[in-house]
T-cell receptor, first 116, second 111 residues
């Protein structure tokens, strides 16, 4: 149980385009999902907390208009990187918690974004 | 002081040895503690979590927690080359509940 998937696993795009990344909980309902970004040789940095049916909560320094998060159902959250630039190239990872009462996070396989 | 601190390593051990990974945290209110393994280019994978002081064993892995000293460790017995990865210690903030990650310790198990 507790399987989280992400799509796509890898994407290459041109500067100025938008990219959508999907995060799905496959065998459970996730009221809360998290989006992280990881640069090479660095640890994970939380970008935002995504709650089903409500607006995402963004961490300080993360532009909410650039990183659009939609948590439309209990099994799907999407992150859209708008007007991507080379500095947005990174490893984007989502996670989900199994239930509201727990804090164990299960991670998706990640999406490698490269902006040319 | 960082909220969650780990020695970045690399920690190198021979195959079959015990690898000991350490983590200290600053939030005295933290109640749960997690160890994740991350292979290069992959996302973190949950190995163990621990809530209570003492040891918790799962196969070759043992997590040890000492809340008074604010440290949590992970022991890997009979280390295998496939254990070579970065091990991330993570502690939820008692204020926000958000998971705070350490920088990770890179483990190298040499055949």
């Amino acid at each position: 149980g507790a399987v989280v998937s992400q799509h796509p696993s890898r994407v290459i795009c041109k500067s100025g385009t938008s990219v959508k990344i999907e995060c799905r909980s496959l065998d459970f309902q996730a009221t809360t999902m998290f989006w992280y970004r990881q640069f090479p040789k660095q640890s994970l940095m939380l970008m935002a907390t995504s709650n089903e049916g409500s607006k995402a909560t963004y961490e300080q320094g993360v532009e909410k208009d650039k990183f659009l998060i939609n948590h439309a159902s209990l099994t799907l959250s999407t992150l859209t990187v708008t007007s991507a630039h080379p500095e947005d190239s990174s490893f984007y990872i989502c996670s989900a918690i199994l239930a509201v009462s727990t804090d164990t996070q299960y991670f998706g396989p990640g999406t490698r974004l490269t902006v040319l | 002081q960082k909220e969650v601190e780990q020695n970045s390593g690399p920690l190198s051990v021979p195959e079959g040895a015990i690898a000991s990974l350490n983590c200290t945290y600053s939030d005295r209110g933290s109640q749960s503690f997690f160890w994740y393994r991350q292979y290069s280019g992959k996302s973190p994978e949950l190995i163990m979590f621990i809530y209570s002081n003492g040891d918790k064993e799962d196969g070759r892995f043992t997590a040890q927690l000492n809340k008074a000293s604010q440290y949590v460790s992970l022991l890997i017995r009979d280390s295998q080359p496939s254990d070579s990865a970065t091990y991330l210690c993570a502690v939820p903030s008692s204020n926000t509940g958000k998971l705070i990650f350490g920088q990770g310790t890179t483990l190298q198990v040499k055949p």
